[in-house]
């Protein structure tokens, strides 16, 4: 029986190859829980639940704008009727726009603080609506980072929006424990991902920097980040909320 046997995951984000939300949604799948993967990149989203499927996991792919309010209700109205109730939420979309404080626009600023903060608002409370209503015990993970706890040049916004993230997730953890739902967030270090493949400068010895920068030797890999995802889903933390999972081989301790 797999760690999350019979529940109800949805995976925001969860297009991108290799990326977290794609390995995520494969993870949960592979442990058997029913994954819904939603992206605004319907195409993309799609291709991760055939992928899924194929692998003889159950999954669904629905196009999905995590910083619409009226498209969260309509997903998580779509979930209710066609699956009953939702289990586990991950939040995982996110952008990064990396650019020093004086090359910074107010329109970079205010997007990164949308789809990097003001979906997880809106996710974590459509969620916690539907499993107070249903009476689930449920799992919320929200997708932090380790730039919301060391400063990272050149990521101010971002920073400033993962951090929010993890102000709001203790916050809610706190107004959601009594009913059983718990809220905590993973704190990715670097991780190859398209998203982070795209933020490195065009230099062929930035590899070998970056490893040289972490104590354990290397870049992360997504299902690293899908693993710790895992534990938060699954009853193996359930005496865990408000908690904040750092996942970055050591880069930050020292």
């Given at each position: ?112 603080m ?31 980072s ?6 990272v ?6 920073s ?11 916050t ?38 970056l ?44």
């Open positions: 029986m797999g760690m999350v046997e019979g529940k109800v995951c949805l995976v925001t984000g969860g297009a991108s190859n290799p990326g977290l939300g794609h390995a995520i949604a494969h993870k949960l799948a592979s442990e058997g829980a029913t994954v819904v993967v939603t992206d605004v990149d319907g195409e993309g989203a799609a291709q991760t639940a055939e992928e899924i499927v194929a692998a003889g996991g159950q999954a669904q792919a629905w196009e999905q704008d995590v910083t619409d309010d009226a498209a969260w209700d309509a997903t998580i109205e779509r979930i209710g009727s066609e699956h009953g109730q939702l289990d586990v939420l991950v939040n995982n979309a996110g952008i990064a726009i990396l650019k020093p404080l004086p090359d910074l626009t107010l329109d970079d600023y205010n997007r990164q949308l789809v990097n903060m003001t979906s997880v608002f809106l996710g974590t409370q459509k969620a916690v609506a539907i499993m107070r209503e249903k009476g689930v015990k449920g799992s919320i993970i929200n997708m932090s380790v730039a919301a706890l060391v400063g040049p050149a990521c101010s916004a971002y400033a929006a993962k951090a929010g993230v993890l102000g709001f997730t203790k809610i953890a706190s107004e959601t424990a009594a009913e059983g739902i718990r809220c905590n967030t993973i704190h990715p270090g670097l991780i190859d991902t398209n998203m982070q493949r795209q933020s490195k400068v065009d230099n062929p010895d930035e590899d070998v920097k490893n040289a920068a972490i104590p354990l030797g290397y870049v992360g890999r997504p299902q690293s980040i899908a693993d710790a995802a895992l534990f938060l889903a699954s009853d193996l933390s359930s005496y865990m909320t408000g908690a904040q999972l750092v996942v970055d081989g050591g880069l930050i301790n020292q």
